[in-house]
């Protein structure tokens, strides 16, 4: 069965600082993507950044980029030069491949504090 | 372009009564999905519909939760007899089909039942 964990509920971080949420997941199909959404205080869910479980590099977008640890089974975020507009609930997802019918699950969430 | 939409915003119900939730998906994405969010918490995944497949329905909490997709496009969530625990948002999602493809989401339903 699928499943995401993360593990924190809440973090802050001094703005302008690097930050990095944990994501870890668990699968046995070889094929799956990786995503993370952003969802602030207006509840909207915005994409930031996927990883697929074949690439061989680290997914990079702007200040996001994901730490892809393969054998680890984790997907850690990391968030660099933190913005006090960066303060929302973060939600790490998985898709499994053609055996999971590619449906999309959620973790539970960690909620970020920026500090001025 | 329209992104997703979701009707009504608000619903406001009493314990026992029928609820439909509708979604309207961005024109040609295949894959269409609910989702349960309580207050502060994660996403619950409900069901998900991808093309003519038969809809994966493994998250729905009880029979009392149905969902339908009409002609691949927009889709229907009905709550039964609903419960005060059925109190939720519950969002829409929809994206191209594959492994690839982020989610749209919709603004969301925020149910209460009373």
């Known amino acids: 069965a699928q499943k995401i964990t993360q593990t924190q509920p809440g973090m802050f971080v001094q703005e302008k600082e690097a930050v990095t949420l944990d994501c870890t997941y668990d699968?046995?199909?070889?094929?799956?993507?990786l995503f993370w959404y952003k969802q602030p205080s207006s509840g909207e869910m915005i994409f930031l950044i996927y990883q697929g479980s074949y690439d061989q590099q680290n997914a990079t977008e702007g200040r996001y980029s994901l730490n892809f640890q393969k054998a680890r089974k984790s997907a850690n975020l990391v968030i660099s030069a933190s913005q006090l507009g960066d303060s929302a609930m973060y939600f790490c997802a998985m898709r499994e491949g053609r055996n999971g019918g590619f449906k999309t699950i959620f973790g539970a969430g960690t909620r970020l504090f920026v500090k001025a | 372009g329209a992104g997703v939409s979701q009707s009504p915003s608000n619903k406001v119900t009493e314990k026992g009564k029928d609820v439909e939730l509708r979604c309207d998906p961005i024109s040609g994405h295949t894959a269409l999905y609910w989702y349960r969010q309580s207050l502060g918490q994660g996403l619950e995944f409900l069901i998900y519909?991808?093309?003519?497949?038969?809809?994966?329905k493994s998250g729905l909490p009880s029979d009392r939760f149905s969902a339908e997709r009409t002609g691949g496009s927009v889709s229907t969530l009905t709550i039964q007899r609903t419960q005060q625990e059925d109190s939720a948002v519950y969002l829409c999602a929809s994206s191209l089909g594959g492994m690839t493809y982020e989610q749209y989401f919709g603004p969301g339903t925020r149910l209460t039942v009373t």
């Open positions: 519909f991808q093309g003519n497949s038969a809809p994966d």
């Open positions: 699968t046995s199909d070889p094929s799956y993507g």
